[in-house]
């Protein structure tokens, strides 16, 4: 206790100095957090973007579907099993969504298509697919008798709202799929692949031209926070009969979005690591200086009956206070701000607010809150001061009491 | 009560530096015997050696050979985690000048060694109270050391120095950095806290004022031991 105490009163002699080296600690800590919050904001909004309208974060389907998205894999979902997806914690919405392929034609054209039969309350309700709107309107109810195009594929086929698109394939089992529907909308998507390919249906619509009546090809899961994702997962698994389905998260469907992001952040990892290092730089220099200024008195400490190793303790002490000082105010600092972008996106201009359009994801920076992007932060600095510390404290361990009070 | 028991027993004190070109004998064979109550200087001219003896016999510096015993301890052979926790509880130190920790008041400078040693709040209060009332420091109990004059800082230190009542305080020209009536003011307080507390002092000097008051004098040439005397 003395020892702390000692060590909390020696950081006031040069009180600049400590001021100074602390706050050089509070600046890394925001940036490191704004940093770090920004990125993984952008991350988790290209994820949302990315998965809400093909997978959700973590899907459901019978075995080998996503490997071979074939029809003849669609399947009843038992309402036992969308009972306990429900009930589960963590998971905001079940969405059955039927996959398949079908040739699309319109006046003259025809063409390729990805075909989605989807349940438009429930997607309205939880992915916003009626904010892709960019044409006409959204079928009013579940049982409508029509279509939605992606915004390209619909110029292809020479099609507008109030046309009637021809669907024709396969059905459940082989059976042939054929059907007329009335274009009620057309749809701007994430990405531009999609707005060339895709056609949705109502799904009870798609049942009955697919001849799959009450089956779907998957079960798409929203959740509340994606950083929990994996845990989540793991806690569903045993809950899912695995000899016929499996339960898939998004880096399982998307490996490739997975590792563009891991990718990309190693990028951001070394920028942090850079800026550390620059303040263990200053770190360093206040403990040496603080040490070797007080050689006499360390050197007094010893006559006095104080062991080396408790004098080692208390530069360890001044070490971590002014750490903690510094990355305290740092992270409560960093908190608020990230709070405040959270709530407050900063809207994009420009080129780049016409490219996320594009691509049909929310032209906004948006910062995630995820806590770790704090504690990470808080560890290192911690850490950083710790390992800092050594260097004076190895001085210590060598003083000569002697030398030391000569000095 | 015992009295004549040796405090310090010092044999065949050698201790060579090994200065740029040659080797300097800095203590050349001493010996040297204290008994419990003493009031002794050792004195020389500059560079004979008063530092490096008293360094010797406190344990901050190890002898090239010879030894030392003090209250029946043979600290030369001491590891030097057991030779701190002896200086602890059984030296005071006061050095030229610097002595007390910059960032505690004279009160908590002179019960740091007894919170060392964990004694109790009240017992270290009251050993405290009764210190600042014998070197006349109770109206500067709560100032840090850069608000005392050089006397006061020295009178906080021999204080702190008695404060855990030692076998002996070793003191290195105590006096170097005050004036004369400030040296002779710390010296007449040292010899009654020798007297009203029997604790040993040995002290080094080279103030004839100061010599005059120590009751035995050692004196020291090149490292050895030249005279050793007990005026009147
Ligand atoms: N660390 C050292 N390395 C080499 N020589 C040293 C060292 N310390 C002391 N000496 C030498 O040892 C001799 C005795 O020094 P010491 O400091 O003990 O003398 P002193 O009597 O205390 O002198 P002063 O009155 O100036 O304080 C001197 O010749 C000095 O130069
Ligand atoms: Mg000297």
Redesign the pocket.
């Known amino acids: 206790m003395l020892l702390v105490r000692l060590a909390w009163l020696n950081l006031w002699r040069n009180r600049r100095r400590t001021l100074i080296t602390g706050a050089s600690v509070f600046f890394a800590v925001i940036m490191a957090i704004i940093m770090r919050a920004s990125t993984l904001g952008i991350y988790d909004n290209l994820i949302h973007n990315f998965v809400s309208f093909s997978s959700g974060y973590l899907q459901v389907n019978q075995k080998g579907f996503h490997d071979e998205p074939s029809l003849d894999l669609a399947m009843v979902f038992s309402p036992g099993l969308i009972g306990i997806l429900k009930e589960e914690g963590g998971i905001t919405a079940v969405i059955p969504r039927m996959q398949s392929f079908v040739l699309a034609a319109g006046s003259g054209q025809a063409k390729g298509a990805l075909f989605m039969g989807v349940v438009p309350s429930l997607e309205k309700q939880s992915t916003g697919l009626h904010r892709r709107l960019c044409a006409g309107s959204y079928p009013e109810s579940d049982t409508a008798q029509v279509a939605m195009l992606g915004v390209d594929l619909a110029s292809r086929l020479g099609l507008k709202p109030g046309d009637t698109v021809i669907l024709i394939g396969q059905g459940y089992h082989a059976v042939t799929a054929a059907g007329k529907y009335r274009v009620s909308g057309l749809l701007q998507l994430g990405s531009p692949e999609l707005n060339q390919r895709i056609v949705y249906l109502p799904l009870h619509c798609a049942q009955q031209l697919l001849d799959a009546p009450g089956m779907a090809t998957s079960l798409a899961l929203q959740i509340e926070s994606p950083a929990k994702m994996e845990a989540l997962a793991r806690r569903l698994r045993p809950w899912i009969d695995t000899t016929q389905l499996e339960l898939l998260t998004w880096k399982q469907l998307f490996p490739e979005l997975d590792q563009f992001i891991t990718a990309d952040s190693a990028g951001h990892i070394i920028m942090s690591g850079v800026l550390y290092l620059v303040i263990s730089f200053g770190l360093l220099g206040t403990l040496l200086m603080m040490a070797r200024e007080r050689t006499h008195e360390f050197g007094i400490l010893v006559s006095l009956g104080l062991k080396r190793s408790r004098i080692a303790f208390m530069l360890l002490c001044e070490s971590v206070f002014i750490s903690l000082m510094g990355c305290s105010a740092g992270i409560a600092s960093g908190w608020l701000l990230v709070r405040w972008f959270h709530l407050n996106p900063i809207p994009l201009g420009g080129r780049l607010k016409e490219m996320y359009l594009s691509y049909g994801i929310e032209p906004v920076i948006s910062v995630s809150n995820r806590p770790d992007v704090f504690t990470v932060q808080a560890m290192v600095v911690l850490f950083i001061s710790l390992a800092l510390v050594f260097v004076p404290m190895v001085k210590v361990f060598q003083l000569q009491p002697?030398?030391a009070l000569?000095s | 009560m015992e009295q004549n028991t040796t405090v310090i027993d010092a044999h065949e004190l050698t201790k060579i530096?090994?200065?740029r070109q040659v080797p300097?004998k800095?203590i050349d064979g001493v010996h040297l015997h204290l008994e419990e109550g003493e009031f002794a200087a050792v004195v020389?001219?500059?560079?004979?050696?008063?530092?490096?003896?008293l360094h010797l016999i406190g344990g901050l510096d190890t002898p090239t050979s010879g030894n030392v015993v003090l209250a029946g301890t043979e600290i030369t052979r001491l590891s030097e985690h057991k030779l701190i926790d002896f200086r602890l509880h059984h030296i005071g130190f006061v050095f030229q000048a610097y002595n007390l920790v910059p960032v505690l008041t004279a009160r908590e400078n002179i019960g740091f060694v007894m919170q060392l040693q964990g004694l109790p709040r009240s017992s270290i209060n009251k050993r405290v109270d009764e210190l600042l009332a014998q070197v006349d420091m109770i109206e500067k109990a709560d100032v840090k050391p850069a608000k005392l004059s050089g006397g006061q800082q020295q009178r906080v230190a021999v204080a702190r120095a008695l404060a855990s009542r030692p076998r002996i305080v070793l003191a290195?020209?105590p006096t170097a950095n005050l004036d004369s009536v400030n040296a002779g003011k710390l010296l007449d307080l040292m010899a009654r806290l020798n007297r009203e507390e029997h604790i040993t002092f040995l002290f080094?000097t080279?103030d004839p004022r100061v010599i005059e008051k120590a009751r035995r004098v050692i004196t020291?040439v090149d490292?050895r031991v030249v005279s050793d005397t007990r005026p009147g």
């Open positions: 002697v030398a000569n | 530096y090994n200065g300097v800095a020389g001219p500059s560079g004979s050696g008063k530092s490096t003896l290195d020209e080094s080279h020291l490292g």
